[in-house]
């Protein structure tokens, strides 16, 4: 689900989409597996065809469901949930409220409910009140190597893994920054910790608890004050339950 026609982040979001959808569509070639990608933006980008999207998924029970979203995210005043309200509006001009405003925690729990053997969600976005601008120009080196996979880390955590997983770019109070060269800044992370999870130069055993917490260091370090100079730190929050076999 990415904000691919807003006028600030619009480019950012695209590049997002484009690098899930290239990542995943490997991943499955790679295990042999059905690769189905649901996709939301442009002038599709509205509450009703989320929901409508999630309703409407055929979940086997051996099946793993991934949500990514990016855009802007905020918060209501009276929340306690933890995790951002996403901004349902493809230009600044529509009206927030309820009808394009859905909770991430929200979405969590339909897709859970689904039955799928593994659910991951993910919300990159702002955490903070509405109409805070996240997007900077300061930019960082991406790597280009080959992430030289190993298959056995790559199976466990898609095929031998069962459970659920959310994640959020910030805190409450945060904001989640994005550039037109690299997107946001939680996906590029997530990709680059990933890429190292399931590299054969990796030591570290390959699960989605170390995976998330790297993602969540490099998007604190990318988003440092030392690393840009107009970022504020965002420090990501997530839940991991999963379990192996």
Known sequence: VA?????????????DKRSYVSEFEGVAEALGITF?????????????KVNEAISNMSVGSNDIVFFVYTGHGFRWSDQT??????DMRYNVYQKIADENALSLSDIYSKIKAKGGRLSVVFGDCCNSDVGIN???????????????????K???????????VIATAASPGEVSWSNDVNGGFFTSSFLSA?????????????????LITKTKE???????????????????VMKVAVTYK
């Open 154 to 164: 790559l199976k466990k955590l898609f095929i031998q893994s069962t459970g659920s």
């Open 3 to 15: 904000n691919t026609e807003i006028g600030d982040i619009g480019k950012s979001c695209d590049i």
């Open 134 to 152: 996240q997007r900077t120009s300061s930019t960082f080196l991406a790597s280009r190597s080959n992430p030289n996979f190993k298959e056995e």
């Open 81 to 86: 949930d933890e995790y951002p309200i996403l």
């Open 36 to 48: 189905k990608p649901y996709i939301i933006d442009g002038k599709n980008f509205t509450k009703t």
């Open 218 to 236: 490099n998007a604190k370090y990318k988003s440092a004050p030392g690393t840009c100079s107009v970022c504020t730190a965002q420090n990501a």
């Open 194 to 210: 990933f890429h190292e999870e399931i590299s054969y130069l990796s030591s570290d055993v390959a699960d989605w608890d170390g």
